[in-house]
């Protein structure tokens, strides 16, 4: 029976394959590249095989010159519509829950994006270069395998039960006063101390008298820092002075970041400082014990800034004013923040107050 079904099946595929075909017959021009190769001489013509529409058209000279796609984008009286998949960046900050967050400005899509610094100034080159690596070096701590740090006392102090009003009382602070400093972390290749800000702060006294003398001091320390400053009322009175607090503004303020801040201390170490006379430094006691150095400068002193000096005839010499300059740093202390300043340029003198 098996025998009978496969021989009806194969008589079946022979009589289909000798059927003769209702299609012409023509030459075939989708068969493979082999069968063709094969059945062609080889010294066949294989021009048809390199023919390219590049190398069969050829442009006029007149229309290559004549196109020119910037007259014709200024020409265009409409915008073209934007890309559909391109970003946008925000206009306004909605709140951190709005489904649009704006990049940060480091990124190049942010509108606040400013490319750059494209050359580092001295004090930060001289800061990578070598303070950095001096100061890692000097505050190396070197803790063998197995060390076990000693178990420091609790920073606040509880009370004890002699007394019953000592119960649900707040912590005491540590002996010898309130004020609790910054906790100190070991100095790594992290937390190098640097340079933060910068604050440039002057007091007129004779303000209240005449605002020519506080706009006098703006301009001044506005040339210095290339900062806008900031004014400020007086909190506290001064009779001696006719001082109401609240009432008369006083004082101006300038903040310094970035490169205005390297350029400010570069220009005070390199230029200002050396210049003045019988000046033995900053006292070793300035400090808030938290890292930032605040000193003065006299009237003379400020004259020294070579935006002023340049300029000398232009500012009233009286009316040249004084500043305090406070440096904030990265470091928890004040030992860390000299040792920051004196490799910059810095020097001290005196007592040194940890």
Known sequence: MAVSE?????????????????????????????????????????????????????????????YDPVSKARGRKTKLPRSRYQFRSPKYYRGPLHPHQPPPPSDPSSRLYVPGPFSLP????????????????????????????????????????????HKNRNLRGPRG????????????????????????????????ENSSWLHAAGIAVQAISNVRVQTYKSKTGVPKWGIVPGRGTVACKAELHGENM??????????????????????????????????GLEPEAVALFPEIEVNYDMYPPKMIPGCHITIHTSARTDKDARLLLSALGMPFYGKIVD
């Not at 309130?178 to 303000?207: C, G, Q, W």
């Not at 230029?271 to 033995?280: E, G, S």
């Open 122 to 165: 001295r004090v930060e080159q001289t800061w990578q270069s070598t303070v950095a690596s001096d100061i890692l070096t000097l505050l190396y701590v070197h803790n063998p395998p197995g060390f076990k740090p000693p178990v420091k006392a609790p920073r606040l102090r509880d009370w004890d039960d002699t007394s019953p009003y």
């Open 262 to 295: 390297l350029h400010f201390f570069g220009k005070l170490v390199d230029i200002v400082l050396p210049r003045i006379k019988d000046w033995q430094g900053i006292k070793g006691s300035s400090g808030d014990s938290s890292g930032n150095i605040t000193f």
């Open 177 to 208: 006063g309130d004020v609790l400093r910054l906790l100190r972390k070991p100095i790594d290749f992290n937390n190098i101390p640097h340079l933060e800000r910068i604050t440039i702060h002057s007091y007129v006294n004779m303000a209240t």
């Open 6 to 66: 496969s021989s009806r099946y194969l008589t079946r595929s022979l009589s289909r394959a000798l059927v003769p075909s209702a299609r012409p017959a023509t030459l075939c021009w989708r068969r493979n590249a082999s069968d063709q190769a094969s059945s062609r001489s080889p010294s066949a013509d294989l021009s048809e095989l390199e023919s390219t529409s590049i190398s069969s058209t050829s442009t006029a000279e007149d229309v290559v010159k004549s």
